[in-house]
């Protein structure tokens, strides 16, 4: 059967945060859901979240899961503010561990931060298979972007994450801690070896030339015409291609606070003993 699904596009990350639904029971999963963030400020707004919020209330959903495809380094996530409105379970895949361990790390997070994927309710599997309502769906294990990725099929329609993205933007980088240009191609092969009217819906576009923005292609325009993609360009070239892109490439504005948010499920770290909640900013020197 398949789903409703309502998109919401974030101007400001570039994000599209979507509601999956079973109209017959209801059920409703949120995926990647946007806290907004401003960085000269440090102040966080649920205006992102709260339009979800008005959709789900407005439609009467329940909310089964939050689904995070990744631990997105560009966003934060809104998966911990909106269970505690709306309920439901905050859900990833199962190597999220990896990342946490490592960002443990990068940010010396100490004893209390324990990287063994308790922040969020539910890990999956690479094809596991769940149900929202009379809906059911699939985890599908799409490693490369960050080693723990995930994409979510529901009948015709696939939550790619980040892996691929609209045909004239290409791929995800692959060089963050952990990345694997090699991973990602073999992830976005597998996701294009669905029948080739299979929906795909994106967790980022980044319009080139003034186009409008939008998140919706399938596996037979993505095969046909992605930049990156195509049926045409063999692994080699593409890795090549990914790496050397990714070398030009800056790190995300939102990098820093993003990750410090999203592994531990869209929560800030731990207020201090005056009450507030801070980031770190490891200092690198050249
Ligand atoms: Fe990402």
């Not at 699904?5 to 639904?21: A, E, L, Q, R």
């Not at 929202?132 to 099929?153: C, E, I, R, S, W």
């Not at 995300?252 to 993003?258: A, K």
């Amino acid at each position: 059967m398949p789903p409703n699904i309502n998109p919401f596009f974030d101007s400001v990350t570039g994000t599209i945060s979507y509601v999956v639904y079973d109209e017959l029971t209801g059920s409703c999963a949120i995926i990647d859901p946007v806290l907004d963030y401003d960085p000269r400020s440090g102040r966080i707004r649920t205006t992102s979240a709260d339009k979800l919020t008005d959709f789900i209330q407005l439609q009467q959903l329940t909310v089964e899961w939050i689904l995070e495809t990744h631990a997105h380094a560009d966003h934060l996530s809104s998966a911990h503010y909106l269970k505690n409105r709306l309920g439901g379970k905050i859900a990833i895949g199962d190597n999220i561990p990896a990342v946490q361990e490592t960002f443990k790390k990068v940010f010396n997070l100490g004893n209390e931060f324990i990287p063994d994927g308790h922040h969020f309710d539910y890990l999956f599997a690479d094809e596991e298979i769940f149900n929202v309502g009379k809906l059911t769906a699939k985890a599908l294990f799409v490693p490369g972007h960050t080693p723990a990725d995930m994409a979510y099929q529901f009948d015709d329609a696939v939550f790619v994450g980040d892996t691929l993205f609209m045909p004239d933007v290409g791929t995800a980088r692959a060089d963050f801690p952990g990345g694997d240009a090699h991973n990602l191609y073999r992830s976005i092969r597998k996701i294009l070896s669905s029948p080739s009217e299979t929906r795909l819906f994106m967790c980022h576009d980044y319009p080139p030339n003034g186009r409008a923005p939008a998140w919706e292609s399938t596996v037979a325009e993505e095969r046909a015409h992605n930049i990156h993609v195509h049926d045409c360009i063999d692994e080699e070239v593409f890795i090549n291609m990914r790496n050397e892109r990714d070398a030009t490439l800056e790190a995300p504005v939102l990098l820093l606070p993003s990750i410090q948010t999203n592994i531990r499920a869209g929560e800030t770290p731990p207020q201090e003993d005056n009450g507030v909640s801070y980031f770190k900013i490891p200092i690198k020197m050249d």
